[in-house]
């Protein structure tokens, strides 16, 4: 990372913290049943990934649920949109600023959504994805007790190498169990 980038980030890191200092949002859960919005932000650097999330949108838009679908790549070549999922949209570092908040409009209305439950799948540390993980106004968020842990409000322990479809099926799980009073 050259010099500028890495001095970049770090202030990018630094007014991130300020604005969640000033960021307020009313947690409610939810689980499967309560919840009519969801939303999903995953990782699709690996090629499984997309095809993974893809079954999974598939399967909550089979049952009834609105859905939001939003996928962070590395590099140039845009992932493949999965057919009929017009509820999908990518982004990457070259559509953030230097502060690393994502600002395509596709991308902006993703992150305004209140989602009644907001799946984290991925472990990314990158700044975009953390900037929209913690300043989401999901009333639920769930992913990975990992990287951007400090964000969620329900995490699943993944065994060391755990793949993205172990974590969908753990959350479904739970949250499919647990009741809302």
């Known amino acids: 990372m050259s010099i500028f980038k890495n001095t970049a980030e770090k202030i990018a890191r630094i007014i991130l913290n300020n604005l969640l200092r000033k960021h307020s949002r009313r947690v409610e859960f939810h689980n499967m049943k309560s919840a009519n919005h969801i939303g999903i932000l995953f990782d699709t650097n690996q090629k ?8 999974f949108y598939r399967d909550l838009k089979d049952q009834g649920y609105k859905i939001n679908v939003a996928g962070w790549y590395t590099g140039t070549d845009i992932p493949k949109k999965p057919l009929n999922t017009l509820d999908f949209t990518y982004f ?6 230097w502060k690393g908040i994502p600002h395509t409009h ?3 209305e993703f992150f305004k959504q209140k989602f009644d439950i907001l799946f984290v799948l991925t ?3 990158e700044l975009p994805i953390q900037y929209l993980v913690s300043l989401s106004p999901a ?8 990287n951007n842990a400090d964000y ?12 993205i479809k172990e974590l969908i099926q753990n959350s479904i799980s739970y949250l499919s169990e647990i009741k809302k009073n």
């Open 92 to 97: 990457s570092e070259v559509d953030s600023n």
């Open 106 to 108: 596709e991308i902006s």
């Open 139 to 146: 009333a639920f968020k769930v992913g990975a007790n990992a």
């Open 123 to 125: 472990q990314s540390e």
């Open 48 to 55: 499984e990934n997309n095809s993974i999330v893809s079954d």
């Open 152 to 163: 969620l409000d329900f995490m699943i322990e993944l065994k060391e190498n755990g793949s």
